[in-house]
């Protein structure tokens, strides 16, 4: 029944009669807003009550402070849990006990340096009583040696009255920092009924352990005559960290299958991998298999990320493939491998930048070229200098030893953890397989190999396979399977080379994959040297190196915005209004961009400049939304200060824009400046979320050599290096657009160069100007969906000064000190002028109360409101 009259009407019979009323979406979605709000406010609210419950039954101040800093690292309250710690840590009362907490709390950021700070300033003994494991944690990170002996000092002193937790805690320190040796000794004193204690995640960790710790000691003797080849597998010391997807073990099933190919390979060693090994031999389909070449083979499990576990014999030689560099408890790498090892790399992938150390990098210098699976781990080899090619996955290879599809033609699909709603095949007869099972972590490796193949051959049967998985599309494209590949991301920079694959792009694959290792195995196993088989490996592998080079250079994208930058600047320029008094030549360029968002906090930013400044300043002020008044303002407060206003309100950068969540488009407007400030060739820019304390002359004067710019080098990992920006804002697009973005960018920036904060910055406009900054950092933002940032890392591409702390001094990331720094830069959500505490945050209100008295002697309108 329809009810008849007004909205309102309707909706108070409605209320009457107990009809649902109608909602309309913005209301929906505001009670949402409203209810994640509560919830939030609600686990807060819980978390504050637990830390006065533990004083309340007699933790003491410093250990409550440590328990809810470790909550507080994972937590969904993280700003304000921050702010909380750091309001202890700033109060006479409660000081060590907060920089206990802020040390956990930056520990879990991976701000090791800030961490220890804050430990030793609440002093070592005291830290050490209340968290143990994260400060020497973070003095491993310092000095690792002083780190572990610490650690072993701590336990053979404290052993008996710790709690279960906090031993295991011990162990994962040490086995995150590998000392293998002090952990053995560890566990070796742990009670028999250690275990009863922990939770089942720490039941199974602690098995884990023991296992790895076992294999130690029970290393495969050599048998003359017997070539040593590794088998790959997955297990580390770190369960969690261990693999439990049986992909990964397609991919060993698929480098053995290499191996088998060669019948009259006896696999000699008296063990259940040798065993298995033989049994598959007959797995091998006829057309593949080779009959010209005997040898015996001591196949030899290798745990690619935790090889340094176990012992084995020289020359091993191991096929190494998949996704690498995982690490135990995320501590130390586990590469290279033993020098007993001789690594051949295949379907090589790097998922995290940062692995790419020095060491790593010499040592696949070393063994390369590397073959890799996608081509942006080309790009990214290629950056440091490493040969390299793409190989594509080993997975092509697997079908020779898999039963070839037979379909069933009922419709039958295979239903292997696809993403997305998939209506067409709503009648499809549907098998539902995972390719996740966690008991892999404790299995032995020739059952997960096995468990592997059976998993596959399940597949034969089907029609079709619908997945997500790309250790299930490629083999099941090798077995001759119909796939439909359905990938959450297809930007993912695992795919690039490896989607939409026609027959003869998978073959071209999977027939250089055959080709190359059929001729390096004939090599080994004919008892080939290092040297000779390495030589080999290049001959095979030059012609790709040679295509890699040529296709990571060609069809790039260019990066160059639409934007007419001389037209607009020059409209900026002639719209500009100038106030105060003409300057000396000796004066200081600063340069803002704000919007009425930030209109009263400029006042007092520029205050601490000018308090602080002996030279005279020419401040730029580069604004959105604000009218003419907003420099006379500036003006009043200010009549010393030649203030320049530049109206940017008319630039638009398009709709595909990609900024920080506590940024707004006006900091784009700086990418601007070298080309408004024509007759300028530096100025020292700054955000508004900061404070002087110090003579900003020190910086405009700074002798910049060949730099573009001088900056804070970044500490926050996501921004270590700019190849994770790069990858981040690919990830938006679509899948072609992305593959090329990434080849650009890696091929003409520099992307594991130095990056810097871009909060405070010396820029030399005159060489960004020669350089044409503004057209590629504009085009960055514009065709790249990359922020300001982002534009001013790619373009220096290292060419940057350094400057210290002092000057961009974050109290969110840094231990702070009884003294002020030069510059306080409040980065992030948490401003000063903001509800929650920041240290120094009493500087900027004194600040503000200076603003405001002068605005009354001089009849300023502060603060501002154009309304």
Same mark, same amino acid.
């Given at each position: 029944?329809?009810?008849?009259?007004?909205?309102?009407? !309707?909706?108070?019979?409605?209320?009457?009669?107990?009809?649902?009323?109608?909602?309309?979406?913005?209301?929906?979605?505001?009670?949402?807003?409203?209810?994640?709000?509560?919830?939030?406010?609600?686990?807060?609210?819980?978390?504050?009550?637990?830390?006065?419950?533990?004083?309340?039954?007699?933790?003491?101040?410093?250990?409550?402070?440590?328990?809810?800093?470790?909550?507080?690292?994972?937590?969904?309250?993280?700003?304000?849990?921050? /702010?909380?710690?750091?309001?202890?840590?700033?109060?006479?009362?409660?000081?060590?006990?907060?920089?206990?907490?802020?040390?956990?709390?930056?520990?879990?950021?991976?701000? /090791?340096?800030?961490?220890?700070?804050?430990?030793?300033?609440?002093?070592?003994?005291?830290?050490?009583?209340?968290?143990?494991?994260?400060?020497?944690?973070?003095?491993?990170?310092?000095?690792?040696?002083?780190?572990?002996?610490?650690?072993?000092?701590?336990?053979?002193?404290?052993?008996?009255?710790?709690?279960?937790?906090?031993?295991?805690?011990?162990?994962?320190?040490?086995?995150?920092? !590998?000392?293998?040796?002090?952990?053995?000794?560890?566990?070796?004193?742990?009670?028999?009924?250690?275990?009863?204690?922990?939770?089942?995640?720490?039941?199974?960790?602690?098995?884990?352990?023991?296992?790895?710790?076992?294999?130690?000691?029970?290393?495969?003797?050599?048998?003359?005559?017997?070539?040593?080849?590794?088998?790959?597998?997955?297990?580390?010391?770190?369960?969690?960290?261990?693999?439990?997807?049986? $992909?990964?073990?397609?991919?060993?099933?698929?480098?053995?299958?290499?191996?088998?190919?060669?019948?009259?390979?006896?696999?000699? $060693?008296?063990?259940?991998?040798?065993?298995?090994?033989?049994?598959?031999?007959?797995?091998?389909?006829?057309?593949?298999?080779?009959?010209?070449?005997?040898?015996?083979?001591?196949?030899?499990?290798?745990?690619?990320?935790?090889? &340094?576990?176990?012992?084995?014999?020289?020359?091993?030689?191991?096929?190494?493939?998949?996704?690498?560099?995982?690490?135990?408890?995320?501590?130390?790498? +586990?590469?290279?491998?033993?020098?007993?090892?001789?690594?051949?790399?295949?379907?090589?992938?790097?998922?995290?930048?940062?692995?790419?150390?020095?060491?790593?990098? *010499?040592?696949?210098?070393?063994? =390369?070229?590397?073959?890799?699976?996608?081509?942006?781990?080309?790009?990214?080899?290629? @950056?440091?200098?490493?040969?390299?090619?793409?190989?594509?996955?080993?997975?092509?290879?697997?079908?020779?030893?898999? @039963?070839?599809?037979?379909?069933? =033609?009922?419709?039958?699909?295979?239903?292997?953890?696809?993403?997305?709603?998939?209506?067409?095949?709503?009648?499809?007869?549907?098998?539902?397989?995972?390719?996740?099972?966690? +008991?892999?972590?404790?299995?032995?490796?020739?059952?997960?190999?096995?468990?592997?193949?059976?998993?596959?051959?399940?597949?034969?049967?089907?029609?079709?396979?619908?997945?997500?998985?790309?250790?299930?599309?490629?083999?099941?494209?090798?077995? $001759?399977?119909?796939?439909?590949?359905?990938?959450?991301?297809?930007? @993912?920079?695992?795919?690039?080379?490896?989607?939409?694959?026609?027959?003869?792009?998978?073959? *071209?694959?999977? $027939?250089?994959?055959?080709?190359?290792?059929?001729?390096?195995?004939?090599?080994?196993?004919?008892?080939?040297?290092? +040297?000779?088989?390495?030589?080999?490996w290049r001959e095979l592998t030059a012609e790709d190196v040679a295509f890699a080079e040529k296709y990571a250079t060609s069809d790039l994208a260019p990066v160059e915005t639409s934007i007419d930058v001389p037209g607009v600047a020059e409209q900026l320029r002639g719209a500009a209004r100038t106030w105060g008094p003409e300057l000396a030549?000796?004066?200081?360029?600063?340069?803002?961009?704000? +919007?009425?968002?930030?209109?009263?906090?400029?006042?007092?930013?520029?205050?601490?400049?000018?308090?602080?400044?002996?030279?005279?300043?020419?401040?730029?002020?580069?604004?959105?939304?604000?009218?003419?008044?907003?420099?006379?303002?500036?003006?009043?407060?200010?009549?010393?200060?030649?203030?320049?206003?530049?109206?940017?309100?008319?630039?638009?950068?398009?709709?595909?824009?990609?900024?920080? &969540?506590?940024?707004?488009?006006?900091?784009?407007?700086?990418?601007?400046?070298?080309?408004?400030?024509?007759?300028?060739?530096?100025?020292?820019?700054?955000?508004?979320?900061?404070?002087?304390? =110090?003579?900003?002359?020190?910086?405009?004067?700074?002798?910049?050599?060949?730099?573009?710019?001088?900056?804070?080098?970044?500490?926050?990992?996501?921004?270590?290096?700019?190849?994770?920006?790069?990858?981040?804002?690919?990830?938006?697009?679509?899948?072609?657009?992305?593959?090329?973005?990434?080849?650009?960018?890696?091929?003409?920036?520099?992307?594991?160069?130095?990056?810097?904060?871009?909060?405070?910055?010396?820029?030399?406009?005159?060489?960004?100007?020669?350089?044409?900054?503004?057209?590629? =950092?504009?085009?960055?933002?514009?065709?790249?969906?990359?922020?300001?940032?982002?534009?001013?890392?790619?373009?220096?591409?290292?060419?940057?000064?350094?400057?210290?702390?002092?000057?961009?001094?974050?109290?969110?990331?840094?231990?702070?000190?009884?003294?002020?720094?030069?510059?306080?830069?409040?980065?992030?959500?948490?401003?000063?002028?903001?509800?929650?505490?920041?240290?120094?945050?009493?500087?900027? /209100?004194?600040?503000?109360?200076?603003?405001?008295?002068?605005?009354?002697?001089?009849?300023?309108?502060?603060?501002?409101?154009?309304?």
């Open positions: 029944m329809r009810i008849p009259g007004s909205r309102t009407m !309707r909706r108070a019979l409605n209320s009457i009669t107990g009809a649902p009323q109608p909602v309309s979406p913005q209301a929906t979605r505001h009670q949402q807003i409203k209810a994640a709000k509560a919830r939030k406010a609600a686990a807060r609210a819980a978390e504050i009550n637990e830390f006065w419950e533990l004083i309340a039954h007699g933790a003491g101040v410093d250990e409550a402070a440590a328990q809810f800093a470790r909550k507080a690292v994972g937590g969904s309250n993280r700003l304000a849990d921050r /702010s909380f710690l750091l309001a202890l840590a700033s109060d006479d009362s409660s000081r060590p006990a907060g920089q206990i907490g802020m040390g956990i709390f930056l520990l879990g950021d991976d701000l /090791s340096v800030a961490a220890l700070e804050y430990f030793e300033a609440a002093g070592a003994e005291r830290a050490i009583r209340h968290a143990a494991p994260e400060y020497f944690e973070a003095l491993c990170r310092s000095d690792r040696e002083a780190g572990i002996k610490g650690m072993e000092k701590y336990l053979e002193e404290h052993r008996e009255q710790l709690s279960a937790e906090q031993r295991f805690d011990a162990l994962k320190v040490l086995g995150r920092h !590998r000392d293998l040796d002090a952990l053995e000794r560890e566990v070796a004193t742990l009670p028999a009924d250690f275990g009863d204690s922990l939770d089942d995640d720490g039941k199974q960790q602690l098995r884990v352990i023991r296992r790895m710790l076992a294999h130690r000691s029970a290393a495969p003797e050599a048998v003359p005559g017997a070539v040593s080849i590794g088998v790959m597998e997955y297990k580390m010391l770190d369960a969690k960290a261990s693999s439990s997807n049986r $992909g990964d073990y397609v991919q060993t099933l698929a480098a053995i299958s290499h191996l088998l190919r060669f019948r009259d390979v006896d696999f000699v $060693g008296d063990s259940p991998l040798a065993g298995y090994l033989t049994s598959l031999q007959d797995k091998v389909h006829e057309d593949r298999v080779i009959t010209d070449t005997a040898a015996k083979v001591l196949p030899v499990a290798i745990n690619r990320d935790f090889a &340094s576990g176990a012992v084995y014999p020289e020359n091993t030689w191991f096929i190494s493939n998949g996704w690498f560099m995982h690490r135990s408890f995320k501590g130390e790498l +586990d590469f290279p491998y033993p020098s007993t090892v001789n690594p051949l790399f295949v379907s090589f992938h790097i998922q995290n930048v940062d692995v790419l150390t020095p060491e790593v990098v *010499a040592n696949l210098k070393e063994n =390369g070229p590397i073959g890799c699976r996608d081509w942006t781990t080309v790009y990214r080899l290629r @950056d440091h200098g490493v040969p390299c090619f793409f190989s594509g996955c080993v997975t092509t290879t697997v079908g020779q030893v898999l @039963d070839p599809a037979a379909p069933s =033609g009922e419709n039958k699909v295979a239903w292997v953890e696809p993403k997305g709603d998939l209506p067409q095949y709503a009648h499809s007869t549907k098998v539902e397989f995972a390719q996740v099972r966690d +008991d892999l972590i404790e299995m032995d490796l020739v059952d997960c190999i096995e468990d592997a193949r059976q998993m596959l051959n399940e597949y034969a049967s089907f029609d079709k396979v619908v997945t997500s998985r790309l250790h299930c599309y490629l083999p099941a494209r090798s077995m $001759g399977l119909d796939v439909d590949f359905r990938p959450r991301n297809q930007a @993912d920079v695992r795919f690039e080379g490896l989607l939409d694959l026609n027959k003869e792009d998978f073959q *071209a694959i999977r $027939g250089g994959l055959e080709a190359k290792l059929e001729a390096v195995y004939r090599a080994i196993l004919a008892g080939q040297s290092r +040297d000779e088989v390495y030589a080999l030549k000796n004066a200081v360029d600063i340069a803002f961009a704000t +919007d009425e968002n930030l209109r009263n906090e400029l006042p007092v930013v520029l205050d601490s400049v000018m308090a602080n400044t002996k030279r005279p300043v020419r401040c730029h002020i580069l604004t959105r939304g604000l009218d003419e008044g907003y420099g006379e303002m500036l003006s009043a407060l200010f009549p010393e200060v030649q203030v320049v206003v530049y109206a940017c309100d008319d630039v638009d950068y398009g709709s595909s824009l990609k900024l920080l &969540s506590h940024t707004t488009v006006s900091t784009l407007d700086r990418i601007l400046l070298p080309e408004i400030l024509v007759d300028r060739e530096r100025v020292v820019y700054l955000d508004i979320d900061i404070l002087v304390t =110090g003579d900003v002359a020190t910086l405009f004067d700074l002798d910049l050599g060949d730099s573009v710019m001088a900056g804070k080098p970044s500490k926050m990992l996501g921004w270590s290096s700019m190849a994770k920006p790069v990858t981040r804002s690919s990830l938006a697009l679509p899948a072609d657009e992305a593959y090329r973005l990434r080849r650009t960018m890696h091929a003409t920036a520099s992307l594991g160069a130095t990056t810097v904060n871009a909060g405070v910055l010396l820029l030399h406009l005159a060489r960004m100007r020669e350089e044409g900054f503004a057209r590629f =950092g504009l085009g960055v933002v514009e065709k790249c969906a990359m922020n300001d940032q982002d534009a001013l890392n790619l373009y220096a591409g290292g060419r940057i000064l350094p400057i210290s702390d002092d000057w961009n001094h974050v109290p969110a990331q840094e231990f702070c000190g009884p003294k002020a720094p030069s510059l306080i830069h409040w980065a992030g959500p948490v401003k000063a002028w903001g509800e929650y505490f920041m240290p120094y945050k009493e500087l900027f /209100s004194a600040g503000r109360e200076r603003v405001l008295a002068s605005a009354a002697t001089v009849s300023a309108k502060y603060p501002y409101d154009e309304a």
